[in-house]
C-alpha cells in the first residue's frame, strides 16, 4: 500500500514551534505547506527561515492542509484546535492541551466522532532516557520526580504545575497503573503572582505513592526521576540521558556485581546502565504523528493521556491554592 504524502501546517511559530517547522520539513511522507501566526513579522521570519508559505489566514492554512501542529499559547489551543477538528483535520496540540478539562473533552469527542487523532505535546514520554526503561518490568512502589528550571517568563502565564509538573504527571500516570486515592499539595510563589514553587504527594489505591517536587526557581536545569520497586531502583536522567538500574539478583546483563547477605541468602545487587539512544524526541513524536494518521502507529500521547495529566494538574493547583489561604 502507497502511504499518502501528508500536507502539514504549522499554527504559531515562535520559540518552540519554529522547531516544528524544521521537523516537518526533513520528515518523509510530509509536504510542509506554511506556516501561520498572529505575530505576523515572526511568520514571515521563519517562513523565510525554513523556504515556506505564510499564510494571512488562519482558515486558508487549515483547509489545505491534512494535519496541523498548533504551537500556539495554551489558552487558544481549544479554539484553534476546534476550528481544525471541524474541518476535518487531524492535530498535534502542545502540551498542556487546553486550559478546561471541558474544552479537553470537547475536542476528544469531536475528533473521535470524526476519527480523527488528536496528539499532544507531552515529549518527555518519549525521552530516550525513559525509553531505556522498556526491557524491565517497572511495578514501582515509590517514586521520586524532580524538576527544576531557572526563571524564565516564558510558561509564567500558568502555575508551574500547568507548565513543569505536568510534563511528570503524565510520565507518572503512564508507569502507574492504578486509580488515585490521595493528595496532598503544597506549593509557594516566589517571583510571580502565580505558584512559582510546587511540592504534590499523590498516593494511588494500590499503595504506590509519588512524590514530584517542580521550581521554576532554581539555580540549575534538574529534571530526575528515581523508582523504587521490590527488587529494583533505578534512577533516569531526563536531562543528561542518563538511566542506571540496580537490580537484587538481576537477569540482564550488567557491568557490576555486588554480593550481600540477607537472612542466609546469598543475593546480588547488578548495576547496569542502559545504552540511550540519540533521538531528538520532538523529531520522534512528530514522525509518531504522521505515522498514526497513515494507520502505522498508535499516538504514544494522545488526547486522553492529555486530558488525564491536566485534570490531576488543575486538582494540585487547587489544592495548592487552598492550602495557602
Ligand atoms: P511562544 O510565545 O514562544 O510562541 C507562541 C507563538 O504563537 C508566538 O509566535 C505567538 O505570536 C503565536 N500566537 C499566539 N496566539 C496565537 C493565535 N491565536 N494564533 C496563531 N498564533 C498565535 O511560546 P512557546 O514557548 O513556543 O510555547 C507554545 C506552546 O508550546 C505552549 O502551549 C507551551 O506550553 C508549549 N511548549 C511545550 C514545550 C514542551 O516541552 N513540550 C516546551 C515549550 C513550550
Same mark, same amino acid.
Do not use: W
Given at each position: 500500500m502507497k502511504t499518502k504524502i501528508l500536507n502539514?501546517?504549522?499554527?504559531? !511559530?515562535?520559540?518552540?514551534?519554529?522547531?516544528? !517547522?524544521k521537523h516537518?520539513?526533513?520528515?518523509?511522507?510530509?509536504?510542509?505547506?506554511? !506556516?501561520?501566526?498572529?505575530?505576523?513579522?515572526?511568520?514571515?521570519?521563519?517562513?523565510?527561515?525554513?523556504?515556506?508559505?505564510?499564510?494571512?489566514?488562519?482558515?486558508?492554512?487549515?483547509?489545505?492542509?491534512?494535519?496541523?501542529?498548533?504551537? #500556539?499559547?495554551?489558552?487558544?489551543?481549544?479554539?484553534i484546535a476546534k476550528d481544525c477538528i471541524s474541518l476535518n483535520k487531524h492535530v498535534f496540540i502542545e502540551k498542556p492541551i487546553t486550559k478546561t478539562i471541558k474544552e479537553a473533552n470537547d475536542l476528544i469527542k469531536l475528533a473521535n466522532k470524526k476519527n480523527l487523532i488528536i496528539q499532544v505535546g507531552h515529549i518527555?514520554?518519549?525521552?530516550?532516557?525513559?525509553?531505556?526503561?522498556?526491557?524491565?518490568? %517497572?511495578?514501582?512502589?515509590?517514586?521520586e520526580i524532580q524538576r527544576l528550571a531557572p526563571y524564565s517568563v516564558r510558561g509564567t502565564e500558568v502555575p508551574v504545575v500547568l507548565d513543569k509538573m505536568i510534563h511528570d504527571i503524565d510520565i507518572l500516570l503512564s508507569i502507574v497503573n492504578s486509580p488515585i486515592k490521595?493528595?496532598?499539595?503544597?506549593?509557594?510563589?516566589?517571583i510571580?503572582?502565580?505558584?512559582?514553587?510546587?511540592?504534590?504527594?499523590?498516593?494511588?489505591?494500590?499503595? #504506590?505513592?509519588?512524590?514530584? #517536587?517542580?521550581?521554576?526557581?532554581?539555580?540549575?536545569?534538574i529534571r530526575k526521576i528515581k %523508582?523504587?520497586?521490590?527488587?529494583?531502583?533505578? #534512577?533516569?536522567?531526563?536531562?543528561?540521558?542518563i538511566t542506571e538500574v540496580y537490580q537484587i539478583n538481576g537477569e540482564l546483563k550488567s557491568t557490576i556485581q555486588a554480593p550481600f547477605n540477607y537472612k542466609g541468602n546469598k543475593k546480588?545487587?547488578?548495576?547496569?546502565?542502559?545504552?540511550?539512544?540519540k533521538t531528538?524526541?520532538?523529531?520522534?513524536?512528530?514522525?509518531?504523528?504522521?505515522n498514526s494518521i497513515n494507520g502505522k502507529e498508535k499516538p504514544i500521547v494522545k488526547g486522553e493521556d492529555g486530558r488525564d495529566a491536566l485534570k490531576l494538574a488543575i486538582k494540585i493547583t487547587k489544592l495548592i491554592k487552598r492550602e495557602s489561604n
Open positions: 502539514i501546517g504549522v499554527i504559531g !511559530v515562535g520559540h518552540l514551534g519554529q522547531h516544528h !517547522v516537518f520539513k526533513n520528515i518523509d511522507n510530509v509536504k510542509l505547506i506554511g !506556516v501561520f501566526d498572529i505575530n505576523s513579522k515572526q511568520a514571515s521570519k521563519i517562513a523565510l527561515k525554513f523556504n515556506t508559505n505564510k499564510f494571512e489566514s488562519l482558515f486558508n492554512l487549515i483547509k489545505k492542509s491534512d494535519a496541523l501542529s498548533i504551537v #500556539t499559547p495554551t489558552n487558544s489551543h481549544f479554539s518527555e514520554r518519549i525521552n530516550p532516557a525513559l525509553l531505556a526503561l522498556k526491557p524491565y518490568k %517497572i511495578e514501582p512502589k515509590f517514586i490521595k493528595i496532598h499539595a503544597n506549593g509557594i510563589s516566589i510571580t503572582d502565580s505558584i512559582d514553587m510546587a511540592h504534590a504527594r499523590i498516593k494511588f489505591n494500590n499503595n #504506590t505513592v509519588a512524590n514530584i #517536587t517542580s521550581s521554576r526557581i532554581a539555580k540549575e536545569d %523508582i523504587f520497586q521490590r527488587n529494583l531502583y533505578c #534512577t533516569i536522567d531526563l536531562l543528561k540521558g546480588i545487587i547488578t548495576y547496569t546502565k542502559p545504552k540511550i539512544q531528538d524526541p520532538l523529531r520522534a513524536e512528530l514522525i509518531n504523528f504522521i
